[in-house]
């Protein structure tokens, strides 16, 4: 029972980390119908930024969740600018191009980053500090670290930030115009281009967010941490319904416990033929009995069809 137990904390929390770039995912396709594959190389960019950062202040003499903090926002900063640029200048001239446009262009800004990672970080992956206390918390047989508790907590004051933004604000209320109809939202004194390219900024904050906590969770980044991630992140926004905040997160919950509780028990099941490296297996075919059951996801909406 406490291994169950064990598994299903382990699932909420790589769940969570999902769900911050799932989330990010789901705003720029509400928005535009668009989706930004070079969105986990964006949480890698983050990630490598917070390490930078880090890395140069490790003599400061700072405590480690202010070195944190600060390398946080330092990774903010740089991915929104990262996010911002490219919406402008690789996604923006296409908006009115053919689908299929977009979408090699988001497949080639992500292997263009990939690249330049490398070459600016190099290719070797490098150890993240323990920022945070590395003592586990007992909860009676399981335990969660000061980190894990962070991560869960941090999913759910941004999904609760979020739909304040986007039901009980002015730019939220911008988005919802924008992803109606653009044209008309512009008659109506909305500027399309500055809500698209808000909304690229705000998930290219999720997405750093999900890198900073990905390298303190697991202790390491490189240049190719974020394609398993943004996919995976991919997978569980389209499971909960690709366009519904609450959806992507839902999803992503329900990707991480299919993940942790497959790693844990796929191998004595199987008697060892199957360990958990194939757990990844067991999230693709719940997204293909899902999608195959309810094509619009868990919680899919009804996109609004532009004329």
Not at 19 to 43: K, P, Q
Not at 218 to 246: C, D, E, R, S
Request: hydrophobic content about 55%; overall charge positive.
């Amino acid at each position: 029972m406490q291994t169950f137990l064990q598994q299903i904390i382990n699932g909420l929390v790589l769940g969570s980390m999902y769900a911050l770039v799932a989330l990010g995912y789901t705003m720029v396709y509400g928005i535009i119908n668009l989706i930004n594959f070079a969105h986990g190389e964006v949480l890698m960019v983050g990630a490598l930024t917070s390490w930078t950062v880090v890395t140069l202040l490790a003599g400061s003499g700072l405590p480690g969740w202010l070195l944190m903090l600060i390398s946080l926002l330092c990774a903010v900063i740089v991915c929104a600018a990262l996010n911002f640029t490219i919406e402008k200048l690789a996604y923006r001239p296409l908006r009115k191009a053919p689908r299929l446009a977009p979408l090699i262009t988001a497949m080639g800004m992500s292997l263009l980053l990939q690249t330049l990672a490398m070459i600016i970080w190099k290719p070797d992956p490098k150890p993240y500090p323990q920022l945070l206390p590395a003592t586990p918390i007992s909860l009676g047989g399981p335990v969660i670290t000061v980190t894990q508790c962070l991560i869960l907590l941090l999913t759910v004051v941004v999904l609760a930030g979020l739909s304040v933004l986007v039901n009980r604000t002015r730019l939220g209320r911008a988005m919802r115009a924008t992803a109606e109809n653009p044209r008309v939202a512009a008659l109506m004194g909305v500027h399309p281009d500055r809500v698209i390219s808000a909304t690229f900024v705000i998930g290219a904050a999720l997405a750093a967010l999900a890198g900073v906590m990905w390298a303190a969770n697991y202790g390491t980044v490189q240049h190719t941490m974020g394609f398993l991630p943004g996919l995976k992140a991919f997978t569980a926004a389209v499971l909960g319904g690709i366009g519904n905040l609450a959806g992507a997160v839902v999803g992503a919950l329900l990707l991480g416990l299919v993940e942790a509780l497959a790693a844990g028990y796929l191998g004595p099941l199987t008697g060892g033929v199957l360990g958990s490296q194939y757990a990844d297996i067991f999230a693709f075919v719940a997204l293909i009995l899902v999608l195959t059951l309810r094509p619009s996801g868990l919680l899919g909406e009804r996109v609004a069809d532009r004329a």
